[in-house]
């Protein structure tokens, strides 16, 4: 079983990337990159239970990852098994052609769909837009006009496609930084409008993470036994902003925590 095996991992390059099989839990590969103050990119909500082959196989990203460092835009090399049992390894070069001789309709195939979608700057343009945004659903279609190789197509097209092309053995991850010093805070809003006009103060100081939380998801402070906030003065149509810097600097978090506040209170 994926679950009770395929635990092995090796990181590469003082922490850039890191090599791991299917069954590794997510969060256990971040304690295993922690001493090199890195992370893996994806980062959903499940990742204390969440394993590889999963945040694999459902493009996973999460609320600080966001699009730019999903599964899809981090994976380097993938080992995989197809249902004819060939394995192939886009980190072994080699393979690459015998990926060609020895599933010559696959590759055809892939390359045919290529060339369909590439003649039709329609659906380049919705492609393109569709995967800017946070979309995880089925299979990475934007490998199609990202690579040219049918077997880094085929690569990139597993992101995402819930293990219906292909059993992922091994998946090599190039990490993100992880700042060891974190400043997490939430500001209040007596609308959605307010909350979304006071996003450009977030950005401009360069927030790791935000999230736009409703009225429901203000009262749900209730559950709290220590709410940070009175979640029965929360009215109808407001808002709240939930955000994080991550930095190596002390000092630069000092400064946000004072200048963030401030700022906020001048909207």
Request: net charge negative.
């Amino acid at each position: 079983e994926v679950v009770r095996g395929w635990q092995n991992y090796h990181i590469n390059d003082d922490g850039n990337s890191i090599e791991l099989q299917p069954g590794v839990i997510g969060a256990r590969a971040n304690v295993y990159l922690a001493p090199y103050q890195k992370r893996i990119g994806p980062d959903p909500a499940s990742i204390n239970s969440a394993r590889i082959g999963g945040i694999i196989s459902n493009n996973s990203s999460g609320m600080v990852c966001g699009v730019k460092y999903n599964s899809y835009h981090t994976m380097k090399n993938i080992r995989f098994m197809l249902a004819n049992g060939h394995v192939y390894d886009t980190s072994n070069q080699d393979d690459y052609v015998q990926f060609i001789n020895s599933e010559p309709d696959l590759s055809s195939g892939i390359t045919a769909c290529k060339k369909e979608i590439e003649s039709q700057d329609k659906v380049v343009n919705m492609i393109r837009r569709k995967y800017s945004i946070k979309n995880t659903i089925g299979y990475s279609l934007n490998a199609f006009i990202d690579y040219n190789h049918p077997l880094d197509i085929f690569a990139h097209l597993i992101i995402g496609a819930e293990g219906t092309l292909a059993f992922c053995s091994k998946v090599e991850l190039n990490t993100i930084d992880d700042p060891p010093l974190k400043s997490t805070g939430l500001v209040l809003f007596d609308s959605v409008t307010n909350a979304i006009s006071s996003l450009s103060i977030l950005l401009d100081e360069g927030a790791d993470a935000i999230e736009l939380m409703d009225d429901a998801s203000l009262r749900t402070a209730e559950h709290f036994s220590n709410a940070p906030y009175d979640y029965t003065s929360i009215k109808s149509q407001s808002a709240g902003l939930l955000f994080e810097f991550q930095r190596h600097d002390p000092q630069e978090i000092e400064m946000l925590m004072k200048t963030v506040p401030k700022n906020l209170m001048s909207v």
